[in-house]
Structure formats: structure tokens, C-alpha cells
């Protein structure tokens, strides 16, 4: 049995396991135990024995990026639903009518500045304020969850705080800001592309009538404290820790951001101890937990099985075309490990150095860009997103209805990409 698996394309092997997945989730088993039982059959057609099955789910469990990672989501629920609760969600969105005058904006607003907090599963937090919004025009759970999810990840292709741009720098040795000057114009395709789902709908919250900035600023504080304090003070503790720790440095900063926030929201809208206490214990929170568990355990056998690798070296012996590696290899890795530092980390040096040995170092630049693009392409579509995950199971909602707002979105984004590659390439050549 091993030797025939061992026949099988790595590719075919992935497709294998993430079809298994989306068919125990369609015939509603819990998102945990699917993600479970899908690494469990990846390590098997990887010819893992069960012990190193067993060992690569432990070191996950108990990798410190996993438990900061719990931690994170589940405090972003806490704050989600203290604001939900308290009524303060409510209140900030009453003080949001009347500040702009876009209908269609009032819907994207929210996940877009949320976005620009690099926060795992940041999609929750503002799933409430799209959900507010959205369902008093009788919007389906299927495109406020798109929305939600589309519009939280609209920067990515370029913001310096976002992991993967900064690894891209440091692989390529180019500078930041010349990243940011080629890749910044991606964020207006994202827009436009995103758009689709939404013509034709009418959405608005406003009454009429004008309103001061100020009161929206104050419902809004407990967002703004953990925006600014999370990247603030995440930069100050990779500044000044050891080296040994910098890499949990702007985890901790967002942790001890996300609970001044929570305790602003309590503080100010006095809300009783058992109330609190209530938020804390919910079972949606423990049932979160053992969600984003079973997903990295699924990305630690997936790093640790090797299967990643296979595929890029699969795929190099085909010898495809360089243009079509930089579309190809990321949009894979990326729709495999649903993350853009996985794509970044695993396709990256390969990409780099071919570009190199090809005498293409001047389009580097371009090139990088159309993976960015890709590659975020595949993190988008994956079924392992975690944003996308969490954005569904709030508005309570299957993949294929989501994937269906998303198609054109995604097809006019890849598209997009591509034709800005070839026009970098045209005046850069």
C-alpha cells in the first residue's frame, strides 16, 4: 500500500485529503473534528507512521504560535461579544449614520479597518458590524460573510505590518517601500474586483441627517486601543526583547491590547461580573478553540509530512515557464496552507533564485507582485483560511454558498494581477 502511494503525485495525494475534508464538512460534522481526521489521512498518505503522526500533532498543539494563537481568537470573541452584549455595537453603529454618504461603503467599512490589524482570525471581530448592518436590508448569511471576509483582506498585498510582505523583503533583499510602491496598486483591484456580489444591492444607514466625528470615535475606542496599542506595543517588545522571544514580541503586544479593550468595553458600559464571567465560559468559545487547534495540528503534519515540498518539486520538473511558476506554485501552496507566510516562506526562494538564473533579475519586482497576487489568490480560495472559517461560522454558513460570491471576485483579482504583471513588464523591459 505504501509503494502505491508513494506512486501517486504529491498533488493528487493533497487533492485526495482536502476533498475528504470538504465532504465530511458538507455532510455537517464539526469543523474541528474534519480538520482532524483530514490530518490524520494526510499523514497516512504520506507514509507517516502513527507515532510521528502523534508527535507532529503534540508539537503543534503545544508550539507557542498555536497557543498565542488561541489566545488571540479567543479574546477577539470576548470583545466581540462584550460589545454585542453591552449594547455598545449598537450604539456605535447608530453614531456611524450620517458620517458618509456611500451607501455600499457603510458595508465594507468595518472589515476594511479591521483589516489593517494584522490579527489571526480577525475576520470575527468584525463580523458583528457587517451582520448589524447588513441583515436590516436582508442580505443572506452567504454575502455578508463574503463581504466580511472580501474586505478584511484588501491590504495584504502591500501592508508593511502584514508578515508576509516582510519576509518577502528579506528573502528578495529588496527595500519595503519599493514593495509597497509596486504592490499598493493591487489593493484598487481587490476593491473593484470585490465589488460584484454587491451590485445592484442597496444598503444604507443613513438617516438623513449629519453627525459630529466625535461620538463615533468614543464607540469606536475599544477597536481604535486594540489597533494602536496591538501594533504599538507589539513593536516596542520586538524592540527590546531578546532575540529568543521577538518572535511572539507582536503577539503579546495584540494580547495585552485585546484586554485593555475588553476591560475598557466592561468598564465603561458597568457590566455586572456574572455577565462577564457568562462571555468568558460560553461554549461557542471552547468549541473556537478546539477549531483552530485541529487546524494547525493539520498544518503540522502538513510541514512535517513533507508534502509542501513535493508539490514544488513536482511542479519544477514539469518545467514550466517562469511566469506561469510565479502564478502556479504559490496559488497551490497557498490554497494548500490557506496562510500567506506559508506561500511566501515555501515558494519564495525558489522563485527568486530562478528568477536569477533566468537573467530576469530586473523584473523582480514585477514578479513578486503577480505571486503576491496568486498566491493570495489560493490563501482566499483556501478551505483551511481561518478568517474564512470563523467569517462562516458566525454568519452561520457553508463553504460552497461563499464560494459562489467569490468566484468572479477571485477570477477578475487573478486576471487583474496578471495584466499588471504584463504591463511592469512591458516598461520595465
Known sequence: MSSLLD?????????????????????????????????????????????????????????????????????????????????????????????????????????????????????????????????????????????????????????????????????????????????????????????????????????????????FIKELAPILIVIVGGLGLGEILFAVLPAGLRSLAKEAGLIAALCVGIEWVWHVNQMPAKNRWAIVIQPALLKMIYLVTAILIFKGILEDSGAVRQVSQEILHWQIPLMAVAVILPFIVGGVGGITIAFVGTTFPILISLIHTMGQSHLMLPYLALSLVSGFTGVLLSPLHLCLLLSNAYFETQLMPVYREMIVPLLVLLGGGCLYFATLRYFLS
Open 7 to 215: 506512486t501517486l503525485p504529491a498533488i493528487i495525494r493533497i487533492l485526495m485529503v482536502f476533498i475528504l475534508i470538504l465532504l465530511v464538512i458538507k455532510r455537517k460534522w464539526d469543523l474541528g473534528h474534519a480538520f482532524v481526521l483530514g490530518a490524520l489521512s494526510l499523514g497516512i498518505l504520506f507514509a507517516m507512521g502513527p507515532l510521528s503522526i502523534a508527535a507532529s500533532a503534540l508539537g503543534a498543539m503545544l508550539h507557542p504560535k498555536t497557543l498565542s494563537l488561541t489566545i488571540v481568537v479567543s479574546l477577539i470573541l470576548v470583545l466581540s461579544h462584550s460589545l454585542e452584549k453591552t449594547g455598545q455595537m449598537a450604539r456605535m453603529l447608530e453614531a456611524y449614520k450620517g458620517l458618509v454618504r456611500w451607501p455600499k461603503l457603510n458595508l465594507v467599512v468595518f472589515p476594511a479597518l479591521i483589516g489593517l490589524l494584522p490579527m489571526p482570525g480577525g475576520a470575527i471581530f468584525s463580523a458583528p458590524m457587517v451582520k448589524t448592518i447588513g441583515q436590516t436590508h436582508r442580505l443572506s448569511p452567504a454575502t455578508l460573510s463574503y463581504i466580511n471576509y472580501w474586505y478584511r483582506h484588501i491590504w495584504e498585498y502591500w501592508w508593511p505590518l502584514y508578515p508576509g510582505i516582510l519576509l518577502t523583503t528579506a528573502l528578495a533583499d529588496i527595500d519595503l517601500w519599493h514593495l509597497v510602491f509596486f504592490t499598493l496598486p493591487i489593493t484598487g483591484i481587490a476593491i473593484a474586483a470585490g465589488y460584484w456580489p454587491l451590485r445592484g444591492t442597496v444598503v444604507s444607514v443613513d438617516d438623513g441627517r449629519r453627525r459630529a466625528m466625535s461620538p
